[in-house]
């Protein structure tokens, strides 16, 4: 059977429970057709770059999938009607990926830059600034001009 990536987006107003419902629902035409969901990753609620349909932000989940492509058309049959999902994108591919996935690798990264050493050497824009050297003190001599006949 050919593997299949499957994303989709769903609407920001809905919980991440009912979000894990849709991708059950989704699953469960998978695995009814003969085929099997061998991963599921929720990436979240992130922003996305235009407005789809008056949201602003959409919950993200991917799907890996082993199944004939008669399932597949019908769970994206099933993904139009949902009035849930905002988009949703498959693709065919060779082999079925082994360990997470790059949008889930990037979250362990954060954590990684978190605990960074601050004994690293700084950029000069990431330099303290130095304290600025004092004003010079005000010339307090008069300088106006002196007029003959004007002396004191």
Same mark, same amino acid.
């Not at 949008?103 to 605990?115: C, F, I, K, P």
């Given at each position: 059977?050919?593997?299949?990536?499957?994303?989709?987006?769903? +609407? !920001? /107003?809905?919980?991440?429970?009912?979000? /894990?419902?849709?991708?059950?629902?989704?699953? @469960?035409?998978? &695995?009814?057709?003969?085929? !099997?969901? =061998?991963?599921?990753?929720?990436?979240?609620?992130?922003?996305? !770059?235009?407005?789809?349909?008056?949201?602003?932000?959409? =919950?993200?989940?991917?799907?890996?999938? $082993?199944?004939?492509?008669?399932?597949?058309?019908?769970?994206?049959? !099933?993904?139009?009607?949902? @009035? %849930?999902?905002?988009? =949703?994108? &498959?693709?065919? &591919? $060779? $082999?079925?990926?082994?360990?997470?996935?790059?949008?889930?690798?990037?979250?362990?990264?954060?954590?990684? +830059?978190?605990?960074?050493?601050? %004994?690293?050497?700084?950029?000069?824009?990431?330099?303290?600034?130095?304290?600025?050297?004092?004003?010079?003190?005000? /010339? &307090?001599? %008069?300088?106006?001009?002196?007029? $003959?006949? /004007?002396?004191?």
């Amino acid at each position: 059977m050919p593997y299949y990536e499957n994303i989709f987006i769903a +609407r !920001q /107003d809905i919980s991440s429970a009912q979000v /894990d419902t849709l991708a059950d629902a989704f699953s @469960e035409v998978i &695995t009814g057709a003969g085929g !099997q969901v =061998h991963r599921r990753e929720y990436w979240g609620l992130k922003s996305l !770059q235009y407005r789809i349909k008056k949201n602003r932000k959409g =919950h993200y989940v991917l799907l890996n999938i $082993e199944a004939p492509s008669d399932a597949m058309q019908e769970m994206e049959r !099933q993904m139009r009607l949902n @009035e %849930d999902v905002l988009r =949703h994108m &498959t693709i065919r &591919t $060779e $082999e079925n990926p082994e360990g997470p996935s790059v949008m889930m690798q990037g979250r362990g990264g954060d954590r990684e +830059r978190a605990g960074r050493n601050d %004994d690293r050497p700084r950029r000069e824009s990431e330099a303290p600034k130095a304290a600025a050297a004092p004003a010079p003190a005000a /010339d &307090t001599t %008069d300088k106006t001009p002196v007029k $003959e006949g /004007d002396e004191e």
